[in-house]
């Protein structure tokens, strides 16, 4: 007889993500990730209270890996201009090693056109990064809030592109280096 290996909650949370990349946010619920993880609903509830408390624990995952590259971005690069760019490059494109696969964030952002929690959720993280790009934009000499916009819905766009389109390297170093030139 062999013995299955305990789910942990990080499993569960790995499986979530997988499930809302592939299907959607229909299948964020125990009985559909009981089924992927070949496993009973009795270990989902073991590690969570109920599915909206699944549902926060995914969100505050994904918020916590959403935010934690600006953090290390703003420690590498030498000045505002170089952390703009790379922001820009960067913000919403980044592994998500809870996933194992594929950036969770176009699957969190369209979670969020149904769920008003989810979308009140990528709004804090959106508005953060908006603060932050804002904020490195005046350093750099642009005062004007817009071009923040401009540059967070550029990188999101640019995430919703097929393929080596959505490489975000390249086009977003040329809309920054563009604003940066309006100085």
Sequence with gaps: MTRQTRLSKSD?????????????????????LARRLNTTKGSFYWHFDD?????????????????????KILEEEPNSGAKL???????????????????????????????????????KVDGLRLNLLTELLRDSGITNPDW????????????????????TIGPMGSLVDLVLALR
Aim: glycine letters at 8%.
């Design 148 to 167: 923040a916009r401009v540059i967070l819905g550029s990188t999101i766009g640019i995430q919703s592109l097929p393929g080596k389109a959505r490489d």
């Design 12 to 32: 569960w949370l790995t499986a979530g993500f997988s499930a809302l990349i592939q299907d959607g946010p229909a299948a964020l619920k125990a009985e559909p």
């Design 85 to 123: 760019r790379r922001l820009g490059q960067q913000i919403t494109d980044y592994s998500s090693p809870v996933t194992d696969h594929e950036n969770p964030e176009p699957a969190v952002r369209a979670w969020a056109q149904g769920d008003d929690k989810v979308a009140q959720r990528v709004e």
């Design 51 to 71: 599915v909206p408390a699944y549902h926060g624990a995914l969100l505050d995952t994904w918020e916590a890996e959403a935010l934690s590259p600006l953090a």
